[in-house]
């Protein structure tokens, strides 16, 4: 049933009850109460500007810590009764306080408006989840440079256009999928700056015209700066859609990563098997062993790309400050954590329990893949390249037309496409000194790996400090 006007934190003006289904489609409880322990911090950090502003005595403070306290004790336990009025956390919060402390309560909102409460809420509780975030890439990060360091030996061929391009380390795979999650590490840290400032005390748009400290306010909720202004500070959102690009970003490069597994795992490649932790079978055919872990990675980044587009939708034709839309942003916020926060977990079981064919991998290296190194060796010999890949290109239709490898062709062959070639020419065709050659930094040469690996574990250390 409604409740009436007396029960609202906005009912004063209001006369008669409103319309059960309209209580129902305003309410944001369901979802919101996830930020119940920010909510009560920053009430409790309230109190004591209020204190400070002599807007409520140094007794009815500290019985309104202590009541949060209670409060957020009642939260830990799962024994919070959320009553029917509770349209939002603010409210449930504000209204369990009455019931533990009395008139007091009425007090604390003083100068305060949800608008600046809501996203103070969202700011504080959105710093707790990049915290959390960041040690689930750095662990899947940690994860992916030691795999690379231990298999670095691995060669298998490396594809564009999904076509077999070179051969290269399978460590050199693994680390370019690190390096891309550790920008999305670094990118988090980055958007943490600006999630960290603090909007409370800007009041519903205009300030507060109460003596309320917000450096003091800074100071106990660990803020970093201070809201420049006051209509901009409760009514944009700005680091909500930053979290979203980002978990965007995120899954887009965790996606990629998901998709190659995929088909390496699949018994055309085989060059790769899943733990059957992360595997399932089929309901009707027995054989099959199913990626559904990476399957599942690849489909939680669209999830995340309609929750970003959709929520800059809303975004977009809004009229300055504060507007309801914007209730739109905390399911937004909360899917995207939930959806990363589970996928980089999933991927790091999966990246520290495959197992690799390293017979396999080798096995389908196949000598047109060193038909660069051909044209590599004419260089040289002083051949212009532009001129050398032709004659490469040359060699490769001569094999191809006489259905034989590219290494099948004698140096009398090759010679009839250019002088240049000489029986040293045999060299070329061994797929360790292939990847040897390419050691200039980020190359796929063992040093070049290694250094890599090195570089990345530095980076690790430096974050986990």
């Known amino acids: 049933m409604a409740n009436t006007e007396g029960s609202k934190l906005w009912g004063g003006r209001f006369v008669g009850d409103t319309d059960p289904i309209m209580e129902k489609f305003n309410a944001s409880i369901a979802y919101d109460q996830r930020m119940w322990d920010a909510d009560i911090r920053g009430s409790k950090a309230y109190v004591k500007a209020l204190e400070k502003a002599k807007l409520v005595t140094t007794d009815e403070m500290n019985q309104i810590l202590h009541g949060m306290d209670q409060v957020s004790e009642e939260w830990s336990k799962g024994t919070f009764v959320i009553k029917p009025g509770d349209e939002d956390i603010h409210t449930a919060n504000e209204r369990r306080l009455k019931e533990l402390i009395g008139a007091p309560a009425g007090k604390l909102h003083t100068g305060r408006s949800r608008n600046d409460q809501v996203v103070t809420d969202m700011r ?22 030691e795999r690379a360091a231990a298999e670095i030996d691995v060669l298998f061929p490396g594809y564009t256009h999904m076509q077999r391009a070179q051969p290269i380390r399978w460590s050199h795979w693994i680390l370019s999928h690190a390096v891309a999650l550790s920008r999305d590490v670094d990118r988090l840290q980055e958007i943490k700056k600006r999630v960290n400032v603090l909007p409370l005390g800007s009041g519903a748009i205009a300030g507060t015209p109460l003596d309320i400290d917000r450096e003091l306010l800074r100071k106990e909720l660990a803020f970093d700066d201070i809201s420049l202004n006051s209509l901009d500070a409760t009514g944009q959102r700005d680091f909500v859609v930053e979290f979203l690009f980002w978990a965007s970003l995120c899954l887009t490069h965790l996606s990629k990563m998901a998709e190659d597994l995929m088909l390496y795992s699949t018994k055309e490649f085989s060059f790769i098997t899943l733990s059957d932790a992360y595997s399932t079978g089929s309901s009707l055919m027995p054989q099959k062993k199913n990626a559904d872990s990476l399957e599942l990675i690849r489909s939680k980044a669209g999830r995340v790309f309609g929750r970003c587009a959709g929520f800059m939708m809303t975004l977009k034709g809004l009229p300055s400050t504060y507007n309801k839309d914007l209730q739109e942003d905390k399911e937004a916020m909360f899917d995207c ?10 991927t790091t079981g999966v990246m520290s329990t495959l197992k690799i064919s390293q017979s396999v991998m080798e096995a389908a290296l196949s000598p047109d893949m060193l038909a660069t190194d051909l044209a590599y060796y004419l260089v040289k010999k002083g051949m212009p390249f532009r001129e050398a890949h032709g004659m490469s290109g040359k060699a490769v239709f001569i094999a191809e037309s006489r259905n034989i490898t590219l290494n099948q062709l004698t140096v009398e062959d090759l010679r009839t496409i250019s002088p240049l070639f000489g029986s040293d020419v045999s060299s070329v065709w061994d797929y360790r000194s292939s990847v040897e050659q390419y050691s200039a930094p980020g190359g796929t040469a063992k040093s070049s790996v290694a250094a890599q690996v090195e570089h990345l574990r530095n980076w690790l250390k430096k974050h986990e400090q």
């Open 124 to 145: 504080l509780w959105l710093r707790d989840a990049i915290s959390t975030l960041t040690d689930n890439g750095l662990q899947l990060i940690h994860t992916m440079v």
């Open 337 to 346: 954590y939930d959806t990363v926060h589970a996928v980089l977990q999933v």
